[in-house]
């Protein structure tokens, strides 16, 4: 079992030029996160998904961000465009709802970007 | 508003000493807690939640709802525990399906041989 995957591993751009991250969950986990891991800080969600409807994204920065996971299985996190706070560790989780309850959350090794 | 606070940015024990990782919440409903731990060049892992009341690589942690706490305890400190270690928490009732973690700054754990 390869666990989440995530892609690229690491990015390093320009500021205003755009990026895109991509997850790919364990196989048969029906919920993905994304979270934004600053330096020194914990991680924060950014979107939560079940299947393919986004549930939470309250705290995605609409005006730059966006996400999409099209058939309830892989994911893109874009950013259009970058801004050098967005500098951060970029994890994506998922995990398996069934029946009344709730699994854990299992997380990627993330997509550390670096806005020059 | 949730809120994880772990105090200690950094802490270091000799091998073989106790360990306690502080972690205090701020939560008025019913919060469920995790520790997280990521050791060197790996991923975020799950190490233990309360519910479970197991011990986990010698780890325990106990809720405390009087004091708000939720730490995490060892007897006996190995090498091989220097990791970061994240607190967070969760709704207890916010039912199946996906659930939002709201993780604290996380504490650096060295071990010293």
């Known amino acids: 079992e390869a666990g989440v995957v995530q892609s690229p591993r690491y990015k390093i751009i320009e500021k205003k030029q755009p990026v895109a991250f991509w997850c790919n969950p364990i196989?048969?986990?029906?919920?993905l996160y994304w979270y934004r891991q600053n330096l020194g800080q914990g991680p924060e969600l950014l979107i939560r998904?079940?299947?393919?409807?986004?549930?939470?994204d309250s705290q995605l920065p609409k005006d730059r961000f966006s996400a999409e996971r099209l058939k309830g299985v892989d994911s893109t996190l874009k950013i259009q465009p970058a801004e050098l706070g967005d500098s951060a560790v970029y994890l994506c989780?998922?995990?398996?709802?069934?029946?009344?309850?709730?699994?854990?959350?299992?997380f990627g090794p993330g997509t550390r970007l670096l806005v020059l | 508003a949730q809120r994880v606070t772990q105090p200690e940015k950094l802490l270091s024990v000799f091998k073989g000493a106790p360990v306690e990782l502080k972690c205090n919440y701020s939560?008025?409903?019913?919060?469920?807690l995790f520790w997280y731990v990521q050791y060197s060049r790996q991923r975020l892992q799950l190490l233990l939640r309360?519910?479970s009341r197991e011990s986990i690589k010698g780890f325990t942690a106990d809720l405390n709802k009087g004091e708000t706490s939720f730490h995490l305890k060892k007897p006996f400190a190995q090498e091989e525990d220097s990791a970061m270690y994240y607190c967070?928490?969760?709704?207890?009732?916010?039912?199946?399906?996906?659930?939002?973690?709201?993780f604290g700054k996380g504490t650096k754990l060295s071990v010293i041989p």
């Open positions: 967070a928490l969760r709704d207890a009732y916010s039912g199946a399906g996906s659930y939002q973690l709201t």
């Open positions: 196989s048969g986990h029906n919920t």
């Open positions: 989780a998922s995990s398996l709802a069934f029946r009344g309850r709730t699994e854990t959350q299992y």
């Open positions: 939560y008025s409903g019913s919060p469920e």
């Open positions: 309360h519910i």
């Open positions: 998904y079940e299947n393919e409807e986004a549930v939470d």
